[in-house]
T-cell receptor, first 111, second 113 residues
Framework: DAGVTQSPTHLIKTRGQQVTLRCSPK?????VSWYQQALGQGPQFIFQ???????QRGNFPDRFSGHQFPNYSSELNVNALLLGDSALYLC??????????FGSGTRLTVV | EDQVTQSPEALRLQEGESSSLNCSYT??????LFWYRQDPGKGPEFLFT???AGEEKEKERLKATLTKKESFLHITAPKPEDSATYLC??????????????FGKGITLSVRP
């Protein structure tokens, strides 16, 4: 049974560019949450998607947006990249009853 | 606003030297307190969920306990393979079972052979 799959594993972008990160949830899970983890910090909640709608949002600017598809997979988009957006981006999937499973993350470096 | 503080930031132990990691929290209506292990460059791996004060859970060399203000992760006779970052997170009850997790910064544990 595949766990949470994220792609790509690493990428490098230039300031001002846009990036799209992808997440396939664990089989049977219908809710996807995204977290940002800066180096030496704990993960910070970005937003959560359920039934293709954003249900909860953390304290992140509108440059961060997302989408959930009918098959429950999800994308995280970040526009106008800043150096401070460099981080490990984690996707976590769950059921409505809870119980998070995290992926291995996408390491984004902005230069 | 929910807050989680973990201490110490880093801990170095000799193999077999038992110790405890601390997680202090403030949250409006605790739904659950979570402990995760994270290896470098990987995502958090679930260890325990605690729901109410007085609850304890064990897994191999790890034991997690919970009070109304803090949680401890006790490591008994650690081995080098226990070296990792240990994350504590709280979940408030206001948004249901899927409400967001608020994490601490983590404790980096190194166990020397």
């Amino acid at each position: 049974d595949a766990g949470v799959t994220q792609s790509p594993t690493h990428l490098i972008k230039t300031r001002g560019q846009q990036v799209t990160l992808r997440c396939s949830p664990k089989s049977g899970h219908d809710t996807v949450s995204w977290y940002q983890q800066a180096l030496g910090q704990g993960p910070q909640f970005i937003f959560q998607y359920y039934e293709e709608e954003e249900r909860q949002r953390g304290n992140f600017p509108d440059r961060f947006s997302g989408h959930q598809f009918p098959n429950y997979s999800s994308e995280l988009n970040v526009n106008a990249l800043l150096l401070g957006d460099s981080a490990l981006y984690l996707c976590a999937s769950s059921l409505a009853t809870g119980g998070y499973t995290f992926g291995s993350g996408t390491r984004l470096t902005v230069v | 606003e929910d807050q989680v503080t973990q201490s110490p930031e880093a801990l170095r132990l000799q193999e077999g030297e038992s110790s405890s990691l601390n997680c202090s929290y403030t949250v409006s209506g605790l739904r659950g307190l979570f402990w995760y292990r994270q290896d470098p460059g990987k995502g958090p791996e679930f260890l325990f969920t605690l729901y109410s004060a007085g609850e304890e859970k064990e897994k191999e060399r790890l034991k997690a306990t919970l009070t109304k203000k803090e949680s401890f992760l006790h490591i008994t006779a650690p081995k080098p393979e226990d070296s990792a970052t240990y994350l504590c997170a709280v979940q408030a009850g206001s948004s249901g079972a899927n409400s967001k997790l608020t994490f601490g910064k983590g404790i980096t544990l190194s166990v020397r052979p």
